[in-house]
Nanobody, 122 residues
């Protein structure tokens, strides 16, 4: 499966963005989908995941209550709604696909998008 993330940009603190990740291939609905982010000089970190049906989600503690992951299997797309943005949310955001049931680690994801940059600054 090929993934392409988009929707990043420059936003002021407290603002919102919706990131999207479009997937190619007919097997999108069979994958657990995740979002990760990588800030400058830091390792790539888990942000959120959603299971194949969209019935179960998990979030990093740092984004709980502010970020929402969702998916539309009919459109082969996964979304990340990010609200109440903080400067520390500045990072390149990546979407990824995994065949695992509950993948929290980078190495559990086989497919990665190219990333979209989110910059939070006034």
């Amino acid at each position: 499966v090929q993934l392409q993330a988009y929707g990043g940009g420059l936003v002021q603190p407290g603002g919102s963005l919706r990131l999207s990740c479009a997937a190619s291939g007919r097997t999108f609905s069979s994958y657990t989908m995740g979002w990760f982010r990588q800030a400058p000089g830091e390792e790539r970190q888990f942000v959120a995941l959603i299971n194949w049906r969209g019935a179960s989600t998990n979030y990093a503690d740092s984004v709980k209550g502010r970020f929402t992951i969702s998916r539309d299997n009919a459109k082969n797309t996964v979304y990340l709604q990010i609200n109440s943005l903080k400067p520390e949310d500045t990072a390149v955001y990546y979407c990824a696909a995994s065949g695992s049931r509950w993948p929290l680690r980078n190495d559990e994801y086989a497919y990665w998008g190219q990333g979209t940059l989110v910059t939070v600054s006034s």
